[in-house]
């Protein structure tokens, strides 16, 4: 018996299948920004101080302040806000995407089963007698097999697995952001809350000095300017007291908001906080080529830039002839007569469907190779981006750490200074105006003392978002790493080499 040639020739147009793709395979260009030798030099923003330290950015770096509280305040946020329940099913739609992708092509088939009474025209039989009425039959199945000869499908779950990437890298990001946000609110809910506390000591302090020159004034040492001008000294730091109360209630209403709760069913230890949290070491920072690894921004202009790069040979494909082999049987003719021999049909062979490139199909190639060019000059920009933010908060850090330093040393004097001059004063051996500026060094000293501590805690959050810390998910006990089945972590792989090819 011999086989018939289309069943001979199948495993060579398979293979021929197998090796063929259309469109470029896609890597990162050599000349891409990420390739360039300053983006993977060390980071010098601090400019070598001791702020910060060389070693990697840990995963929970929100865990360096050491504080319950607001460690558990960022695993609420992880599991309530809405940024990223948003997130979350954007990246459920896009590997739903590219599980229609995967489905595409291959094997297919169906079924079918008509029954009807019909007058068929005897002239489509080219017969001249009218054929009578009758109860017709048809049931059939057929199966087909799509091959992929030029690689188009490929390509579309190409693109669709660096779109599904993509979408992973930016929930990532919605994650930092969110964790950044949470911090942030807390630093400056505790900040606000040390400024106030400030406040009212130093017009504490103020009114006990007014009170002293008016008991001076009443013993015959004093006059009545002096005491106008201790008042109105009080006055103005009790202006300043509803400042700091409404910082603190805005913070803890976006505190709320991140945690899609009241202000009111935030946690105890909020409202009591009443220090700024503090990093007790070195910031880790790592260097500029674990930056890029780590930031789900650059990662996703990456993914963007690969997806458009297999556009280009979806787009490509479509110039090229469909090939699908297929088989179908069943029974055709009159109702009563269907499983007999008479009504048995079957057929198998190869259909080749081909669409001339017109209606502008090669222009949709030269817009594919556009958006290609687009989404590498916006990967560029987002490197530089990465680069600019991370350098220029590593700057601000180290500046207003180094401002912090100084004031703590001028907090130091003027308090002693203050204490002196108001001892003096009472004495009689220094003047009023005297007394009354060293307490309003004093005043004054505290405020910016306690604003710069406020203002090196949030340069510490604004450091770690621009290093893209905290995306990374908790792996689950005993756990063995798999890259491969973690998208998260396979998108994380160096971007500066290859990404993989579509033929693989």
């Known amino acids: ?31 891409a920004v990420v390739n360039a030798p300053f983006v993977n030099a060390p980071l010098d923003g601090a400019g070598g101080q001791s702020t910060v330290s060389s070693g990697p950015v840990p995963a929970h770096w929100w865990r360096l302040y050491d504080d319950p509280i607001l460690d558990d305040l960022v695993q609420q946020a992880m599991a309530s806000n809405t940024d990223l329940r948003v997130a979350a099913a954007n990246l459920g739609r896009s590997r739903a995407a590219l599980s229609v992708a995967q489905a595409q092509g291959g094997f297919s088939g169906g079924t079918s089963a008509a029954f009807k009474r019909a007058q068929e025209s005897a002239e489509q039989y080219l017969l001249t007698e009218k054929i009578p009425v009758a109860n017709e039959g048809d049931i059939g199945i057929n199966i087909s097999y799509e091959l992929d000869l030029f690689g188009t499908i490929r390509r579309g779950v190409e693109a669709a697995r660096a779109d599904s990437d993509a979408t992973q890298a930016a929930a990532d990001l919605a994650r930092i952001t969110v964790v950044a946000d949470v911090v942030r609110a807390y630093v400056q809910n505790c900040s606000a809350a040390e400024e ?46 509803p400042v700091y109360t409404a910082r603190r209630r805005i913070a803890q209403y976006q505190l709320a908001t991140l945690l899609a709760r009241s202000p009111a069913d935030l946690p105890k230890g909020v409202f009591a906080c009443n220090r700024t949290p503090v990093i ?6 790592g260097d500029g080529a674990a930056l890029l ?3 789900p921004d650059v990662r996703e202009a990456e993914r963007k830039l690969a997806g458009s790069t297999a556009r280009i040979g979806v787009a490509t494909g479509a110039l090229f002839p469909t090939v699908t082999l297929g088989a179908s049987a069943g029974l055709t003719g009159i109702l009563e007569d269907l499983g007999t021999q008479p009504t048995a049909r079957w057929g198998f062979g190869p259909l080749i469907s081909w669409t001339f490139p017109v209606n502008g199909q090669r222009g949709r190639i030269q817009e594919a190779q556009y958006g ?133």
């Open 280 to 285: 007790a070491q070195p910031l880790p920072v």
């Open 293 to 295: 690894r780590r930031r």
């Open 372 to 504: 290609a060019d687009a989404a590498l000059a916006q990967f560029d920009g987002v490197v530089l981006k990465a680069l600019r933010e991370t350098q220029s908060s590593l700057a601000t850090y180290a500046a207003d750490y180094t401002r912090a330093d100084a004031l703590t040393a001028a907090q130091k004097s003027a308090a002693e200074s203050a204490d002196q001059t108001h001892r003096f004063y009472v004495a009689g051996r220094e003047s009023f105006i005297a007394d009354l500026d060293a307490t309003r060094t004093l005043t004054s000293t505290n405020g910016q003392l306690a604003a710069a501590k406020g203002q090196v805690a949030l340069d510490q959050v604004n450091l770690f978002l621009a290093l893209g810390g905290g995306w990374e998910m908790d792996p689950a006990p005993n756990a063995v790493p798999n890259p491969a089945s973690d998208p998260a972590k396979a998108a994380a792989a160096p971007v500066g080499a290859s990404a993989g090819t579509a033929s693989q």
């Open 196 to 241: 106030l506390g400030i406040a009212q000591r130093s017009l504490d302090l103020q009114r006990q000095r007014v009170s002293v020159s008016r008991r001076l004034q009443q013993a015959g040492r004093g006059n009545a300017p002096d005491v106008t001008s201790g008042q109105t000294q009080v006055e103005t730091l009790s202006a300043n007291i």
């Open 1 to 31: 018996m011999k086989m018939p040639r289309a069943l001979v020739l199948t495993p060579f147009v398979l293979a021929l299948a197998a090796c063929f793709t259309v469109g470029p395979d896609y890597s990162v260009p050599k000349d």
